[in-house]
């Protein structure tokens, strides 16, 4: 069986987002921890949620939390820069059908740059407030900067627009499921090639 043919860029493509989509997992169950158990409470008090442990430590789901997100962020970056070339036409795309100077896209492509839209300005705003909780710990006794917002401004801005990104992002990855499949398969032939059967020997009776 010949081995598929996939150019250079498409696998480093495939590589990018195969980081970005790992890594986007695992922050997103990571976040969905802290959404529903919100507090770990504190020993000898009320709160139910103290001391739960689901796989692992709070400890534990914190740091991949956090790590995961950093890795997902780079990744972004990445890839943006990859196809900045392709974000750049896009810009122009959208200006001339804003501005009537040509109908560029149908009713699909119009969805779709929504869509990419959505993806992008949430996980902007997911990432910076991010970025805004890894350099400005909280806890107790510590002062509430207030840069730009108050903390609990950047707390819903960061879970919500993480909800957002989460939901926009499983129906974008849905629209290009064949396109996944398709390019992993043969990620998966060029990684692991399939060994040649071999031919039995058959001996002639004399």
């Known amino acids: 069986m010949a081995t598929p043919v996939l150019s250079r860029q498409t696998q480093k493509n495939w590589w990018i987002d195969a980081s970005l989509f790992s890594s986007a997992v695992i922050a997103a169950l990571s976040g969905i921890y802290f959404l529903f158990l919100p507090s770990g409470g504190f020993q000898g ?20 939390h956090t790590w995961t997100g950093t890795a997902m962020i780079a990744a972004a970056i990445i890839h943006l820069g ?15 059908e804003i501005t009537g100077k040509c109908g560029c896209m149908n009713s699909r492509g119009r969805w779709n740059l929504i869509l990419n839209i959505i993806v992008a300005v949430s996980f902007v705003l997911t990432a910076s407030s991010g970025i805004y909780f890894l350099f400005v710990p909280g806890g107790r006794r510590s002062v509430d900067p207030a840069i730009l917002f108050s903390r609990t401004t950047w707390d819903l801005l960061h879970t919500w627009a993480g909800i957002t990104l989460i939901v926009a992002a499983i129906i974008h990855f849905a629209i290009h499921w064949k396109w996944v499949t398709k390019v992993t398969r043969k990620m998966i032939a060029i990684l692991i090639p399939a060994q040649p059967m071999q031919q039995s020997t058959i001996t002639n009776n004399p």
Do not use: K
């Open 45 to 64: 008090g009320r709160n139910p949620s103290y001391n739960i442990q689901i796989l692992f430590s709070r400890h534990i789901w914190d740091n991949l």
């Open 82 to 96: 990859i196809h900045w070339p392709w974000f750049v036409g896009m810009a122009r795309r959208i200006g001339n």
